[in-house]
Every structure is written in C-alpha cells, then in structure tokens.
C-alpha cells in the first residue's frame, strides 16, 4: 500500500524557517503530482504547493508565493517544502498528498494518497 511520511515540522518564531519532508514508499512511478495542503484549527483544508514529478513544475497558493519553494528529489522519492518568512498564520497541520499519472491543474486536482500530517506552529 502506497505510504505518505510527513516530517520537520515543529515550533518556530515568526521570521523563522522550516523544511518540511515527505516519502512516498509502496509504489514506483514515473509521472505524478505532489502536493503541499494546510489544515488550521477550525477552518478547511487549503492548498499549498504542488509540484510535477516529471517536468517540475510548480504550483503555489497566493498566501505563500515568495516565502514557500517546493522541491523534489527522484532518488529517494520525496517531495520537501522550504518554508522561510513564517507567519503566525502559517500555524496549521501540513498535509502531503500524492497524484498518480497525468494529471491536470495540480490545485484542483483530486489526489489519491494522503500522509498523517505534520504540525507547524508559529509564534509571534
């Protein structure tokens, strides 16, 4: 069964940096989109990051462009999240999710696998 293995969250002050980790495990593939959500308290799960694992092209929500680089190396199957500049308001639960084969507009997209999640908190 596929697997999704968050890591690198934590507690960090307001200007802070994280990198987030994600390996997928139980499937090899060649084409496939990776996404970066975020779940706060109260509110919906949001779209973060998103990158194609063929082409590496990547998606970024508004609230994050500028602060958040997404990444991927094809040797050890995992997709990262650089998180520079955080917010208070980047405090959540962050989510990485996986699209096999072709897909579309990587935000909208309906994505197969999900991992446990990683929490990040931001002070001020």
């Known amino acids: 069964q596929v697997q999704l293995v968050e890591s690198g969250g934590g507690l960090v002050q307001a200007g802070g940096s994280l990198r987030l980790s994600c390996v997928v495990s139980?499937?090899?593939?060649?084409?496939?989109?990776m996404g970066w959500f975020r779940q706060a308290p109260g509110k919906e799960r949001e779209f973060v990051a998103a990158?194609?694992?063929?082409?590496?092209?990547?998606y970024y929500a508004d609230s994050v462009k500028g602060r958040f680089t997404i990444s991927r190396d094809s040797a050890k199957t995992t997709v990262y999240l650089q998180m520079n500049s955080l917010k208070p308001e980047d405090t959540a639960v962050y989510y990485c999710?996986?699209?096999?084969?072709?897909?579309?507009?990587?935000?909208?997209?309906?994505?197969?696998?999900w991992g446990q999640g990683t929490q990040v908190t931001v002070s001020s």
């Open positions: 990158i194609s694992w063929r082409d590496y092209t990547t």
């Open positions: 999710a996986v699209k096999f084969g072709v897909t579309g507009y990587a935000p909208r997209i309906v994505y197969d696998d």
């Open positions: 139980g499937r090899t593939f060649r084409s496939a989109t």
